[in-house]
């Protein structure tokens, strides 16, 4: 069973362009969160999915920034127009059900962004 | 008051050493936690749960004291392999989004 995938694993952009990252949950995972870590900082919760729904996203910027879940296919976690204060690692967790409750949360070995 | 703390160390330690760390959480209605482990550049990796009965698992010991709503870590016997940050994640009754802390550094010296 193949754990968490996430694509690319290196991400360089220029300020201004798009950047898209990719969340491939654990086989039977439907519950998917984005996280943010800068350096020598903590996860910092962005955005919480499930298939084709946002259930939280109290965590994320209210502009540049956003995420799907589709019924087929990866998680995207989509970010416009990025500046250097978005050069960071983002990771991506799934779990069967929702974290919480003692449900373990299974991560991606990340994203990391840099912003030129 | 931040919702979860943790002293971010470094811990420096010789192998063979017993080193314990806490972690305060603010929210008194938190109903699960864990202990994370994080490797330089790498993913968070679930080390234990912390469950209110203590658990332990091999060199490692986590308690749960909710009345001073803290959780600890204790590894005896350190190995140079338990050189990694550690992480405490707590997650409050109702909500479904964990909260992390910054982690604890822990270095092993040979």
């Known amino acids: 069973n193949a754990g968490v995938m996430q694509n690319p694993r290196h991400l360089v952009r220029r300020r201004g362009q798009e950047a898209r990252l990719r969340c491939s949950p654990m086989?039977?995972?439907?519950?998917v969160y984005w996280y943010r870590q800068l350096p020598e900082e903590g996860l910092k919760f962005m955005v919480y999915?499930?298939?084709?729904?946002?259930?939280?996203e109290s965590g994320m910027p209210k502009e540049r920034f956003s995420a799907e879940f589709p019924k087929e296919g990866p998680s995207i976690l989509r970010i416009q127009q990025v500046v250097r204060g978005d050069s960071a690692a983002y990771f991506c967790a799934s779990s069967p059900l929702p974290a919480g409750d003692y449900n373990e949360q299974f991560f991606g070995p990340g994203t990391r962004l840099t912003v030129l | 008051r931040k919702e979860v703390e943790q002293d971010p160390g470094p811990f420096n330690v010789p192998e063979g050493a017993t080193v314990a760390f806490n972690c305060t959480y603010s929210n008194s209605a938190s109903q699960s936690f864990f202990w994370y482990r994080q490797d330089c550049r790498k993913e968070p990796k679930l080390l234990m749960s912390?469950?209110?009965s203590g658990n332990e698992d091999g060199r490692f010991t986590a308690q749960l004291n909710r009345a001073s709503q803290y959780i600890s870590l204790l590894i005896r016997d350190s190995k140079l392999s338990d050189s990694a940050t550690y992480l405490c994640v707590v997650s409050s009754g109702g909500s479904y989004i964990p909260t992390f802390g910054r982690g604890t550094s822990l270095i092993v010296h040979p």
């Open positions: 912390v469950y209110s």
């Open positions: 999915l499930q298939k084709e729904n946002i259930i939280d």
């Open positions: 086989k039977g995972h439907s519950h």
